[in-house]
Antibody
Framework: EVQLVESGGGVVQPGESLRLSCAAS????????MHWVRRAPGKGLVWVSRISSDGSSKAYADSVKGRFTISRDIAKNTLYLEMNSLRVEDSAVYFC??????????????????WGQGTLVTVSS | QSVLTQPPSASGTRGQRVSISCSGS????????VNWYQQLPGSAPKLLIY???QRPSGVPERFSGSKSGTSASLAISGLQSEDEGDYYC???????????FGGGTELTVL
């Protein structure tokens, strides 16, 4: 069964750091692009970051660029999100999700499946 | 503020048909396919519709997706109480070089 399990969330003060983990099972991280998406309280889903299947390409939302780092450990089949200089507005449930790509005439199509259950990050003084 | 625009709420009675809209621009929905995700209370988001109008295996036929120009729509027919939850549209944005989501629509079954 394909499954993603996040961990590492918690309560921290502004300016502190946290590392989230996403353990994958049922598939190899090295074969898929992976993403982090977050949902702040009372708000909608927001894409945060992604890493390519070979780990060579990474991208971030403007709101976290320079503060967050995405990485993965293929041997542990685990995805990470290192979060530094945390702000109150980073408070959210963080989800990891797998990118599914289907080649097509216009380059291809992508969607996210499955998603983990999420881990809660609270940044508060 | 989300890049894609959805109504914050929608409702219908059991058995009814409801539709949720998702409005974007030329660089996202106007150019790329749309995916829909369902998040039931206390659960992880779940893929509901991919490639604008395709249902993953296990998703009932009463869920359907469509797109016209820079807008997309999710239709749910034969509404059931277990459909209550949040629904999100998503698309790739060529200008932002990022995935963009709608703000989510909370569906209530009366």
């Amino acid at each position: 069964e394909v499954q993603l399990v996040e961990s590492g969330g918690g309560v921290v003060q502004p300016g502190e750091s946290l590392r989230l983990s996403c353990a994958a099972s049922g598939f190899n991280l090295g074969n898929y692009w992976m993403h982090w998406v977050r949902r702040a309280p009372g708000k909608g889903l927001v894409w945060v970051s992604r890493i390519s299947s070979d780990g060579s390409s990474k991208a971030y939302a403007d709101s976290v660029k320079g503060r967050f780092t995405i990485s993965r450990d293929i041997a542990k089949n685990t995805l990470y999100l290192e979060m530094n200089s945390l702000r109150v507005e980073d408070s959210a449930v963080y989800f990891c999700t797998r990118d599914i790509f289907k080649p097509g005439p216009r380059g291809g199509e992508n969607w996210f499946d499955p998603w983990g259950q999420g881990t809660l990050v609270t940044v508060s003084s | 503020q989300s890049v894609l625009t959805q109504p914050p709420s929608a409702s219908g009675t059991r058995g009814q048909r409801v539709s949720i809209s998702c409005s974007g621009s030329r660089s996202d929905i106007g150019t790329n396919t749309v995916n829909w995700y369902q998040q039931l209370p206390g659960s992880a988001p779940k893929l509901l519709i991919y490639s604008t109008n395709q249902r993953p295996s296990g998703v009932p036929e009463r869920f359907s997706g469509s797109k016209s120009g820079t807008s997309a729509s999710l239709a749910i027919s034969g509404l059931q109480s277990e459909d209550e939850g949040d629904y999100y549209c998503a698309s790739w944005d060529d200008s932002l070089n990022a995935w963009v989501f709608g703000g989510g629509t909370e569906l209530t079954v009366l």
